[in-house]
């Protein structure tokens, strides 16, 4: 085994990284990447085609169904050592492997992996695709070492997984790391019917945007900002540029991110005193600009602060996440069988 | 096994309820209370006695030792039958059993389990009193069938301990469920320094009572608050009696409490899903008058409400706490040896 294990701990049972492989697919509105993975998450194969933007569900499934084949006929893998198939999606999923409510693809309740095993003969994990990156940066990121860290993505969304005991925590029902809820202070009690006021309505990436949107045009006097407000298509990123370039509103704006960042990054710290946080999504490709300040925060806000890292996995996250969710299934029922 | 089991399910390794006792203690800095416990929880001898107050900290542990010597032999349990001891401290324990730093008996870095384990020659369990807490409700009380649960205690001061998988999980450095710490708002964010805004700062027995001696000393027409603030000795139990009898100040103030607790309570509920929290400390005293507006406020904030419940146990959770993570130990070593 040396040398073919990588680095990893020996343990009673172990695969053969060259032994098998998982298909690991990314399923969001717009898009659909799929990759083929070895044991060590070595991408072998990358696809990547456009969801069918369709009134009908079953369109969807057709071309997932479809762009799996082409993953496994390009890639020019022996079909038998393709092992098992995750699906990470952005929506809520069951125990059964069903998505209970994806607005993105306009599915409720699909028993997507009872139809996808059926058709491709093989064990199919489907899981929200937070949940799938948390459990990827344990099997291949950066929290591979760590027994309990939590993933927290922030992009047009925001949300986090939750790895206990080097095992994903998903709660009583399937809810845990729904951080976007999180309440940030009183006065925002009063419109929690709008949900303003939560996480995500403050650091999100169109939150970021919206407020750029609103401050630049009321503020006479910023050249950048009337630059950004005549064409009003102000992305999270314009904000982070014009800040880097010392636009004052932006970096007002990026000031008050980070601080609001600092409160829910830090009070999840202080609730489960994890060794680390690791920040996925649009968000995390700011780090000279936010996480400097962020990291000073959380150590004046926390009595034990975690390390702030940044996802090794970059714009491949969901589907090596997808693909870690196979592969622990792989191994649970190689284990059971 | 049948009837002796007691209604729990059968597992393989069964400890017979009748074979053995251990000691439980709670550890704090006013009293010491040690109870001697069977299998199922059931207290079969309690005592308490005064921590003696002195600057010298061998002196508490003389104290400690000579208690668990009396309600030895004041219980007539025979030496051989009592399998181990728990100990609930409040302050923070490491996994050698050294009580770390405990600000109520002026103790630093003190070895308890070894010394206590080298006299009585059975297992020692040291523990932070909130987690022992929780743990005692996990083994012995209203979280007996519950998988994942966060206990909250409340009086004096603020802190959780979280069950998940039905293991008491205590994060990376021990310091896990520490919720006296959540920033509760960005307003706060300036004052963290002084410890002003954080969750124990708003919703303590000694917050409450603060906060009502505050107003009700510059309010002009309460009569209830100009007979509090003569004497000035304003608890936070006065505070709820006074609510209850419709004192607009204190009313006010019952309301703020909710609103924090909510918050508070509402964010563990949105990170992690569990199924139920438990309310224990002098504020699960106050079911009435705070958990229905609790109750309600937290389905608004959280998209999946946890059963709010008070802890069965009462007065008796510090000791059960410590006799259950006595139960916990000897069950561990029973595998083992």
Redesign the interface.
């Known amino acids: 085994m040396g040398e073919s294990s990588g680095g990893r701990k020996p343990t009673l049972i172990e695969l053969n990284p060259n032994g098998g492989f998982v298909i690991g697919i990314d399923l969001g509105g717009t898009n659909i990447k799929l990759v083929l993975v070895d044991l060590d998450g070595k991408i072998v194969k990358k696809l990547k085609g456009p969801t069918i933007n369709s009134s009908s569900k079953n369109k969807i499934l057709d071309r997932l169904r479809e762009l799996i084949h082409s993953v496994i006929d390009e890639s020019d893998a022996d079909r038998d050592l393709i092992l098992g198939m995750g699906i990470g999606v952005s929506g809520v999923t069951d125990e059964s492997g069903r998505v209970s409510f994806a607005p993105a693809l306009g599915w409720e309740d699909m028993p997507v992996r009872d139809l996808l095993r059926e058709e491709f003969k093989i064990p199919v994990a489907v899981e929200n695709d937070v949940n799938a990156a948390a459990l990827g940066e344990k099997l291949f990121g950066v929290g591979k070492t760590v ?2 860290f939590v993933f927290v993505a922030i992009g047009t969304g925001v949300g ?1 997984g ?1 790895i ?2 080097g095992e994903l ?11 976007g ?7 925002y ?1 009063k419109d ?2 709008k949900g303003f006021g939560c996480f995500e309505s403050l650091i999100s990436g169109p939150a970021i945007a919206a407020r750029a949107a609103n401050q630049m045009c009321s503020y006479d006097s910023a050249s950048m900002g009337i630059a950004f407000c005549q064409d009003k298509n102000i992305t999270a990123k314009d904000v982070f540029e014009a800040a880097k370039r010392k636009d004052k509103i932006a970096l007002k704006i990026v000031e008050e991110v980070s ?2 960042l ?2 829910g990054l ?3 710290s ?6 680390m946080i690791v920040l996925g999504g649009g968000i995390s490709k700011q780090e000279d600009i936010l996480l400097k300040p962020l990291r000073e ?1 959380i150590v ?5 602060p ?1 390390k702030i890292v940044i996802s090794s996995l970059g714009d491949d996250t969901g589907v090596i996440g997808a693909a870690a969710i196979a592969w622990n299934l792989v191994k649970h029922t190689s284990l059971i069988s």
């Open positions: 027994k309990n986090a939750i206990i005991n925590y998903k709660g009583f029902a399937n809810a845990a790391g729904e951080v809820y999180l309440v940030m202070g009183d006065e009690l929690y019917r601080k609001y600092a409160i830090g009070n999840i202080i609730l489960l005193n994890p060794e925060m004046k806000i926390t009595p034990i975690p």
